[in-house]
T-cell receptor, first 111, second 113 residues
Framework: GQNIDQPTEMTATEGAIVQINCTYQ??????LFWYQQHAGEAPTFLSY????GLEEKGRFSSFLSRSKGYSYLLLKELQMKDSASYLC????????????FGSGTQLTVLP | DVKVTQSSRYLVKRTGEKVFLECVQD?????MFWYRQDPGLGLRLIYF???????EKGDIPEGYSVSREKKERFSLILESASTNQTSMYLC????????????FGPGTRLTVT
């Protein structure tokens, strides 16, 4: 099975940088995903890492270390609209390539 | 744009009722999923389907069943709704090839009284 841990809440200031960490223990690994979910809305895809290293996409970057079972999502130049829940999810290596989600980190961006 | 739609945004049902939640995707995706989302527990997989008429149990299938008669439609059925099934239900789809991202529907907030 999979066990995923991420902080419940974080607060940051507009224009700042914030790093949201995710650690996982897994019996099989085939990639790590980050999703963003605004209140009352569906999760939307942010990033995908399957190899070690940093993936950059505009203001958002995601890092993966498979040996440490660790990932982070880095958000730069924070904007008020970045206030949302950020979900870390691990995909297993079984035939279904099932996703297991963490509980999510609620980020509040303050003016 | 991929579109995943769900039949209702909000639903209120009584204990013991049979409840149908419908999900439709328009991108010819092979894989479809039903999750429930509860505060502090994240998204938990109820059932998934990788082809028409095929289904697999997820992590919490008890009290639920599913139906996939057509590729674009995946239904979640609560045979006899109970108050502990009050939750947000999210449907998702994903292609077999050419992508790894799961696309989510807007969700159905179900309240069982």
């Amino acid at each position: 099975g999979q066990n995923i841990d991420q902080p419940t809440e974080m607060t940051a200031t507009e224009g700042a940088i914030v790093q949201i960490n995710c650690t996982y223990q897994t019996s099989g690994f085939n990639g790590l995903f980050w999703y963003q979910q605004h209140a009352g809305e569906a999760p939307t895809f942010l990033s995908y890492n399957v190899l070690d290293g940093l993936e950059e996409k505009g203001r958002f970057s995601s890092f993966l270390s498979r040996s440490k079972g660790y990932s982070y999502l880095l958000l730069k130049e924070l904007q008020m609209k970045d206030s949302a829940s950020y979900l870390c999810a691990v995909r297993d290596d079984g035939p279904a390539r099932q996703l297991t989600f963490g509980s999510g980190t609620q980020l509040t961006v303050l003016p | 744009d991929v579109k995943v739609t769900q039949s209702s945004r909000y639903l209120v049902k009584r204990t013991g009722e049979k409840v149908f939640l419908e999900c439709v995707q328009d991108m010819d995706h092979e894989n479809m999923f039903w999750y429930r989302q509860d505060p502090g527990l994240g998204l938990r997989l109820i059932y998934f389907s990788y082809d028409v008429k095929m289904k697999e149990k997820g992590d919490i299938p008890e009290g639920y069943s599913v139906s996939r008669e057509k590729k674009e439609r995946f239904s979640l059925i609560l045979e006899s709704a109970s108050t502990n099934q009050t939750s947000m239900y999210l449907c998702a789809s994903r292609p077999d090839r050419g992508g790894y991202e799961q696309y989510f529907g807007p969700g159905t907030r179900l309240t069982v009284t």
